[in-house]
């Protein structure tokens, strides 16, 4: 049976005590907040009470109190979701209450229009791990404006989010028939992802996962242009950075 590779010199299958590195600690304030302690845990081979415990130590901020700056407020939004107020109140240096009701005011703020490429790939980034509830408070838009966007880019929810979430499994998607598995076949090689779920009617994910079971590959001259297309996201978001900057 292979062994266990862990943080430090130790392999051993057995949780790590005693003194934490730096890599560690750095590895903790880097994770705290975005995964739950019982993850952590496992990610570092640490016992779950000796990562709550040197969270604490690590966050232990004078108390702030006044108004909430903009860094604190984009803090903020960049945890929710991801885990208790209780936690984002440790981390921010803020109470509980402070924090809940910050919360409350994210509610009252909704912006329209139109996403913004950074929006749009970060909300892709979260979309799995998040409610729409969570979603629409992050980036300050309504529950239909996240239900929207998610459908037009054919988002699904992770199913260990959504069993963590309910309970339960998440709903299952339909058996692959062989006529969509050939229409499969034939488009994954040339076509986008996107393109190919709305094709199919199924999320972004099922069609990567899919094809991945079935060894398909995407030719040289597409994964070409996905590179282009990336550089191009970049570029665009960079200037509109730039453009905000030089407004202000």
């Known amino acids: 049976m292979s062994r266990r590779i862990t943080w430090g010199n130790d392999t051993s299958g057995s949780p790590r ?21 019982e993850t952590i845990a496992k990610l570092l081979n640490r016992p779950e009470p000796s990562v709550r415990k040197m969270a604490e130590k690590i ?11 903009a860094r604190e407020v984009v803090e903020l939004r960049r945890y929710l979701g991801g885990t208790k107020p209780e936690t984002i109140a440790r981390i921010l240096g803020r109470t509980p209450e402070e924090v809940l009701q910050q919360i409350e005011e994210l509610r ?11 929006e749009i790939g970060e909300f892709k980034r979260l979309y ?26 054919c988002l699904a929810k992770d ?17 692959w028939s062989p006529g969509e598995i050939d229409l499969l076949q034939k488009l994954y090689p040339a076509e986008a992802n996107l393109d190919i779920a709305q094709r199919l009617n199924r999320s972004v994910k ?11 590959k995407k030719d040289d001259e597409r994964l070409k242009e996905m590179g282009r297309e990336n550089v191009s996201m970049r570029y665009q978001s960079k200037k509109g950075a730039s453009s905000g900057a030089s407004a202000t």
Do not use: C
């Open 17 to 37: 005590r005693g003194r934490w590195t730096s890599a560690e600690i750095a590895r903790l304030k880097e994770l705290y907040g975005l995964r739950d302690e």
């Open 206 to 216: 099922s069609i990567v996962s899919k094809a991945h079971n079935l060894a398909l």
């Open 128 to 153: 799995g791990t998040r409610t729409d509830d969570d979603l629409a408070l992050i980036f300050g838009r309504s529950i239909e404006a996240v239900k929207r966007l998610g459908a037009r880019y």
């Open 59 to 69: 966050f232990r901020l004078a108390l702030r109190t006044g108004p909430w700056s």
């Open 108 to 118: 009252r703020v909704q912006q329209t229009g139109r996403w913004t490429p950074e």
């Open 159 to 175: 199913k260990a989010f959504v069993r963590r979430l309910t309970g339960s499994a998440a709903t299952r998607m339909p058996r």
